[in-house]
């Protein structure tokens, strides 16, 4: 096939896969219903890989059809399917309207052993150290966490500013949205991969694809048994290197006639580019070749991208303050376990299968979930934790549960989900508005959904909180609102291992509809 | 909120800005109209929210003595809770959306209703059903989630609430119509009219901090105040409140009180869930202060059944 019409089906195709992926992570209304979300995530290869080893189902099997593909098709996956792919060739288009020379790359050789010592080693660190490695790497992760701490932030300036426009005409259709932003650690590894991949994007095309991520490397050694290839037909060529100009992956060696198939990712620039006819996409046909090649290193040209870095300070400045109650509370809440979110199971059993794509992080409607700094240990870093101190756990939620792409977080009924202890209410009395300050309070016992947190006398007039932590479920909304500083005087303490919590009783009211009035 | 009605105004008229400020009648805004009514208080039993809310405000002489052509109105119900309406920790949608007919139907320009809410707030206006009611009936349902629209106040005389900051529809609206469901609550024993407001500003922790029942009568010190109280006590949350647990706390009362006096009315509320009234911390400060008045016997209350 040399038709025009592949590249253009490629761009378009991709265009629609790159907008869907954009629509998901910055959809802060929660307007796209889980399963449609889950569709797109099905062929996503690494959440699919460790979904298909939690669940061994064809409801996970996404991945194979992904490794089908490629035995079929070479690399397609990178251009089709893949949204750092895709985005990244965007990158490379911007950087050509920047310097014309970014977007000219020319042949070069393999980073070999790089990428096999990569993928070899997030293999590897899987086996006996966890998946901190992949999360890393995983290119999805890595798209899902540009989305979640940078892209949504500006979607929601940009709600914003068009809210408050709304807003002077008497018009509320958009709604003011608090940017609450992350803990600012939780920033330097996504804004590090975004520099990496967004000045390698910019200036050299596709070299993080098949330098760095074992995706790419994995798909590129299928790839040299696939089917369908670049191919070219020695007699028109010419010699004049057109293609091997254009092509963002670097790998086309014009002066011996040669695609170097496990980077090839087929884009099809080349067969458009070509005014021989020479190029064209099609079943391999077996021939012997020779490499080697005379070879041009370019130089590392960084993009300018020191607003990335600005940008965690802006969000996080959106944050007001409230005012402080009058006296300081004393006693350190004692929390010997963070909290994992809801269909986690166990923080062990999360740990090891989470990417840290970030997804429900930017789908929570509560905003109660946050990227781990060291709550998990150094190898959990950026894998969702429950964060009380920013919000809660909302009670007629599954959200989170519904999206995982990964199989981190196993699907939860509402009715199961409403009763599954994250962890445990613990009360501090000392720190306590009722017990220091002596006046009303209980905004813990208000919040709490199962009443887990009740009143019970006090000194005079006065009710005081009281736990039963058999029927608390561990949502946080007592932690959430309960004012006193810098302490709070109730908390969560996560369990390591999730638990049954018991239904609530409850008993009929023995008052009675009334027949006069009592006044 | 002077300031942006004095620009949009002033837009508009071009060059007779000046003269708008002087036809503006900004001291409308602050107070609420007192309408010459024959009662102190409607109390009605037996009947359905909607047929309750007709009756009685006609026995006051109507949506019209409260509320004028032209105005804008805000209502505010108690949206606090992610909880169906059948658990009744929400005021009922179908009297929110029948005292909004009669705004309208006397003339008015527009109405609005939000609460900030304890829960999230799109669940919480979703599933109380008050957001689909009110804007059935021409209603708009305003956020309340982010301080964005809330404006700084001053409490002369506040004790311990010396100031707040409350949402901007209740400084640009006309007329304020209060909108509490009667519930249990867990710390102040009740929740009704004056806690209700917890729901207007926004640092509602501060008030928990610094002695809620000071706070909560407190607030009744600020000049913006409702011209008209109507609390719905059709299914009332006894116990548990004031979030609930099931339907086990729910006894259906069939009941509603209006009353342009809140500390009133909260005192009849009360008794509607058989608590002493010297109980409720806050009644008894906020009838001190003079912000109406407790003593159920000195007033001339209509009583209906239907």
């Known amino acids: 096939m040399r038709s025009p019409l592949l590249r253009i089906f490629r761009i378009l195709f991709s265009a629609l896969v790159l907008i869907c992926f954009f629509l998901v992570f910055s959809d802060f209304k929660n307007l796209i219903p889980s399963k449609y979300i889950n569709i797109l995530l099905y062929l996503q290869f690494v959440p699919s890989v460790l979904k ?21 098709s070479g690399r397609t996956y990178c251009s089709f399917l893949c949204p750092l792919g895709i985005g ?18 020319g042949f070069k050789k393999p980073h070999t052993v790089i990428r096999y010592s990569l993928l070899t080693a997030s293999v590897i660190v899987i086996f006996i150290w966890g998946i901190y490695m992949l999360t890393l790497l995983d290119p999805y992760s890595i798209f899902g966490r540009f989305m979640t701490y940078f892209a949504k932030p500006v979607v929601i300036l940009i709600n914003n500013f068009l809210a408050g426009i709304l807003h002077k005409f008497d018009v509320y259709t958009l709604d003011h949205i608090t940017i609450k932003g992350f803990p600012l650690l939780s920033y330097s590894v996504p804004a590090a991969f975004f520099i990496l991949i967004g000045s390698l994007s910019l200036t050299r095309g596709r070299l993080y694809c098949n330098m760095i991520c074992p995706v790419g490397t994995l798909l590129g050694l299928l790839s040299k048994v696939s089917l369908l290839r670049i191919r070219f037909d020695e007699n028109n060529c010419s010699r004049c290197g057109r293609c091997s100009l254009r092509c963002k992956s670097s790998c086309i060696d014009f002066l011996h006639k040669h695609v170097d198939v496990s980077r090839c990712v087929s884009c099809f620039n080349c067969i458009n580019v070509c005014p021989d006819k020479a190029l064209s996409y099609g079943p391999v046909r077996l021939k012997k070749k020779v490499h080697e090649t005379d070879l041009e290193k370019r130089k590392f040209v960084a993009g300018s991208l020191l607003l990335l870095l600005g940008l965690p300070q802006i969000v ?15 006693v350190k809440e ?30 929570c409607p509560n905003g109660v979930l946050q990227p781990a700094i060291l709550q998990y240990g150094f190898t959990g870093m950026m894998q969702p934790v429950m964060d009380y101190h920013k919000s809660f756990c909302t009670f007629n939620c599954t959200k989170c549960t519904e999206i995982c792409p990964t199989n981190a977080l196993r699907p939860l009924a509402l009715e199961a989900k409403k009763l599954t202890q994250l962890g445990k209410v613990n009360f501090i009395k000392d720190n306590c ?29 006065l009710l005081i909180p009281e736990t039963n932590t058999d029927i608390c479920i561990g949502c946080g909304h007592c932690e959430f609102v309960c004012p006193t500083k810098p302490f709070k005087s109730i908390f969560v303490d996560g369990n390591p291992v999730h638990q049954a919590a018991k239904k609530p009783e409850n008993v009929q009211s023995e008052m009675e509809t009334p027949v006069e009035f009592p006044f | 909120m002077r300031r942006r009605d004095f620009l949009k105004k002033s837009t508009g008229a071009g060059l007779a800005a000046g003269a708008v400020i002087s036809m503006g009648g900004y001291e409308k805004l602050w107070t609420s109209s007192p ?40 209502i505010k119900p108690n949206i606090g809770w992610d909880v169906i309406p059948e658990l009744a920790a929400c005021t009922n949608p179908l009297l929110v959306k029948r005292i909004i007919e009669h705004c309208f139907k006397a003339g008015v320009k527009e109405v609005y209703v939000f609460d900030h809410t304890c829960d999230n707030w799109v669940n919480c206006y979703k599933n109380s059903g008050i957001e689909k009611a009110a804007k059935s009936a021409g209603a708009k349902v305003v ?16 004790v311990m609430l010396k100031s707040a900051k409350v949402h901007e529809l209740l400084l640009e609206t006309d007329v304020f119509i209060n909108v509490p469901v009667l519930k249990d609550h867990n710390s102040t024993r009740l929740t009704c009219c004056l806690k209700n407001m917890m729901g207007v500003v926004w640092d509602r922790g501060y008030w928990h901090a610094n002695n809620l029942n000071q706070c909560i009568a407190d607030y009744g010190l600020f000049e913006k105040k409702p011209a008209l109280n109507v609390i719905d006590c059709y299914n009332v949350m006894v116990k548990h409140g004031p979030q609930g647990v099931s339907k086990e706390d729910v006894v259906n009362m069939k009941s509603q009180i209006i009353t342009a006096d809140w500390v009133a009315g909260d005192a009849a509320a009360a008794k509607m869930l058989g608590i002493d009234t010297g109980k409720i911390e806050y009644i008894s400060i906020a009838h001190k202060m003079g912000l109406g008045n407790m003593k159920l016997d000195t007033l001339n209350i209509k009583r209906i059944k239907m």
Request: hydrophobic share 35%; charged share 20%; proline share 6%.
């Open chain 1, 88 to 105: 990244q060739d965007l990158f490379s288009r911007i950087g050509g309207l920047i310097k014309k020379r970014f977007r000219r790359y």
């Open chain 1, 52 to 72: 298909f080893y939690d669940l061994r189902s064809l409801a996970a099997a996404g991945f194979i059809a992904v490794i089908l593909l490629t035995f079929l």
């Open chain 1, 316 to 330: 996080r400045g959106q944050e007001k303050t409230t005012p402080q109650p009058r006296k300081e509370s004393t």
């Open chain 2, 143 to 158: 956020p309340g989630n982010s301080e964005n629209y809330y404006q700084q106040i001053e409490i002369p005389g506040g």
């Open chain 2, 35 to 74: 309408a010459n009514t024959k009662y102190d208080m409607v109390a009605l039993m037996g009947g359905k929210p909607e047929a309750m809310f007709d009756l009685g405000i006609q026995e006051l002489g109507g949506m019209g003595a409260f509320v004028h052509k032209g105005q804008k109105v805000l």
């Open chain 1, 433 to 461: 508005i009722v017990k220091t300050e002596k006046t009303a309070c209980g905004a813990c016992s208000e919040s709490c959904p199962t009443k887990a947190v009740y009143m019970i006398p006090y000194e005079g007039n």
């Open chain 1, 334 to 363: 004692n929390k010997t376990s963070p909290v994992c979110p809801p269909g986690a199971g166990s923080i062990a059993d999360f740990n090891i299968d989470c990417t840290a794509c970030s997804l429900c992080i930017t789908a």
